[in-house]
């Protein structure tokens, strides 16, 4: 058994989510912390909403909501969608609690005393129209590296690269166009520098494994060629108070300082909730420990440059040395998984343009697996993917139906009609062998898959492996079998059936989940397959601490009966009753009916 951290990307509280996010974030990271537990691992999966930052407050500006209630709007939202995606977050919580505050401020403290901040004046972007400071992302200009005329102020989407707000050319306001005024600021800056050939080494070592996606390790090494020191602090009231700067309430922690920290800190939470305080330490601090970070290609800058370097200048593991804090020397990532874009048809996903899908939307209308199911058949894993409704329509009939759906349903059928119950076999012939042991071997075909995150392949295959049972069933045609003589015959090739249609929805569970636990009731199963998530209301830890709250509602769920990744010997004699459909077959006017909203 290995101990594995499942990292997963904090959604922004500027609004609902839309599916390329969930793509990216929350998919990938659900079925391979499911197969992880079914594997016999002991995983921590952890995340929560994002709720500090500029952009909170312009937003909450629009709406005429104080920022809080704005976050804690949106958080329930966020809180809702994910539940009902199914998961299984052992604790999903949020930035703006006092445990989380206090657990960013011991990292800074610790980093500063390591010497890996440093104070330094630089120009802060101002409004001309509101005196009000205007956060890196909006700003907005052409990028002095590759000419992209749409980069931030603090990074460039076409090429990748960081960048400050003064590099831009022609930089501009996104919110109201003017151009910024720059005024002299002092700031505390992360010195990357100092923590350049740590970072390197620490990379060529992940590069040595293997184990990476070539695009990720080498976005990440390339960066390191213009590494330099970067801001940690913005001129900002909405945030995570500096320490040492409590006299001036308009600094505080740059957003993406504290929102990586987000992950220690809700490993920490988790385990103050558990009632066992030091637990989290198991996955920090152990180095034989693992850990997979997963997000969108946005976010690689922040998962493989500055939150290694906060750990490494934590740990006193750069060039001017210095001891670890109180947590101890922390884990720096396995891996950093990070997917492509999901764009809408030929275009990019964005609120903003009504080019967009939320998540709430697209599962109160087709339900939370036929999402999972094509996110992880047609996502955008290595390169970016165009969802388009006439495909998801398609995917949906032709493989959830009329491959896995069809299955189940037709074993279901027979069996009910002719026993009622699993029946028993008889010898087993080579046709029997052949489909029994293809089914079988895909636990470690589909397993291995998962666990290198080629979800598309992984799926894919387990597929091919339903095939084969479809392929089974037209070959022995036990709906033929009707003669008494026969009987013992079609008894076999039914319980051979419902024997591989058990391993298939096993193999398909970490996809499908929720279709994992109709199918398994389909076969005469009690109680729930594969255990889900659930929702909590908990007090605030340190009340006062944070961002005013008494209570929130956190993710969460008991995971321990999730069955094992292994072939379950089927129970002659169990009750089958006539099964209803799995799934549900979208008729082709859908596609106009969702291209109309």
């Known amino acids: 058994m290995t101990r594995v951290l499942s990292a997963v990307a904090w959604p922004y509280t500027n609004g609902p989510r839309h599916i390329g996010h969930v793509a990216g974030f929350g998919v990938p990271s659900d079925v391979f912390s499911r197969y992880m537990r079914m594997a016999g691992h002991d995983v921590l999966m952890v995340s929560g909403t994002d709720e500090h930052g500029t952009p909170i407050l312009v937003l909450a500006d629009n709406e005429g909501l104080p920022p809080r209630e704005l976050v804690d709007k949106y958080n329930q939202v966020i809180v809702d969608d994910l539940v009902g995606l199914g998961l299984s977050y052992d604790l999903f919580t949020r930035t703006t609690t ?139 009231d909405w945030g995570i108070p500096v320490p040492g700067w409590e006299d001036q309430p308009t600094k505080r922690l740059y957003v993406w300082f504290d929102a990586v920290i987000g992950y220690l800190s809700a490993s920490i939470e988790w385990a103050r909730r558990l009632g066992e305080p030091e637990k989290w330490r198991e996955w920090w601090n152990d180095a034989e420990a693992e850990s997979y970070y997963f997000m969108g290609k946005d976010n690689i800058v922040f998962h493989s440059q500055i939150w290694p370097a906060e750990l490494l200048a934590y740990n006193g593991a750069g060039a001017r040395g210095g001891e670890p804090g109180g947590f101890g020397t922390l884990n720096l990532p396995t891996e950093v998984v ?56 398609t995917r949906n ?142 007090e ?6 944070g961002a005013g709250h008494v209570s929130y509602s956190i993710i969460t769920g008991e995971y321990s009966a999730t069955p094992a990744w292994e072939s379950r010997p089927v129970v002659a004699g169990t009750p089958v009753a006539k099964p209803t459909p799995v799934f549900t077959k979208l008729d082709p006017s859908v596609v106009e009916e969702e291209l109309s909203r």
């Open 98 to 236: 006092g445990n989380h505050y206090a657990v960013v401020q011991e990292m800074f403290e610790t980093c500063r005393r390591n010497g890996y901040m440093v104070e330094e004046t630089t120009k802060t972007a101002i409004s001309p129209s509101t005196g009000r400071t205007l956060p890196d992302r909006y700003i907005e200009g052409t990028c002095p590296i590759c000419r992209y005329p749409e980069a931030r102020g603090d990074q460039c989407d076409n090429c990748g690269n960081q960048l400050d707000p003064t590099d831009l050319i022609d930089p501009r306001s996104r919110i109201n166009g003017e151009t910024p005024e720059f005024r002299d600021t002092q700031h505390w800056f992360l010195d990357l520098p100092a923590l350049a050939d740590a970072l390197g080494e620490w990379l060529d070592e992940r590069e040595a494994t293997g184990l990476w996606r070539p695009n990720v390790i080498k976005f990440s090494q390339n960066i390191l060629k213009e590494i330099r020191p970067r801001a940690m602090t913005r001129d900002i």
């Open 540 to 545: 605030e830890l340190e009340a006062g601490n």
């Open 397 to 538: 009939n032709s493989e959830l139906v009329a491959g896995w759906g069809n299955l189940v349903n037709r074993t279901a059928t027979m069996i009910a009609k002719s026993f009622g119950e699993i029946p028993a076999s008889g010898p087993l012939e080579e046709v029997d062998e052949q489909v029994l042991s293809t089914v079988r071997g895909g636990f470690d075909s589909v397993g291995a898959l998962i666990g290198k995150h080629r979800l598309r392949a992984a799926v894919a295959e387990a597929m091919r492996v339903v095939g084969e049972v479809n392929k089974y069933l037209t070959v022995t045609e036990p709906y033929k079998m009707k003669d008494d003589a026969q009987r013992e015959r079609l008894g076999t090739v039914l319980h051979v059936a419902a024997q591989c249609v058990s391993d298939c929805n096993t193999l398909l569970s970490p996809f499908l989940p929720h279709a994992a636990n109709k199918v398994h009731e389909v076969l005469g199963g009690e109680g729930t397959f594969m255990p889900m998530p659930r929702i909590e209301q908990v």
């Open 338 to 393: 990070s997917s492509e874009f999901l764009t809408f048809g030929d275009a990019q996903f964005s609120s903003s343009r009504g080019n967009v899908i939320y998540v709430g939307d697209f599962l109160s209308r087709y339900g939370a697996d036929a999402l999972r199911y094509y996110i992880c058949a047609a996502g955008p894993e290595t390169s970016d993917a165009a969802f388009t409704w006439a495909d998801f329509v």
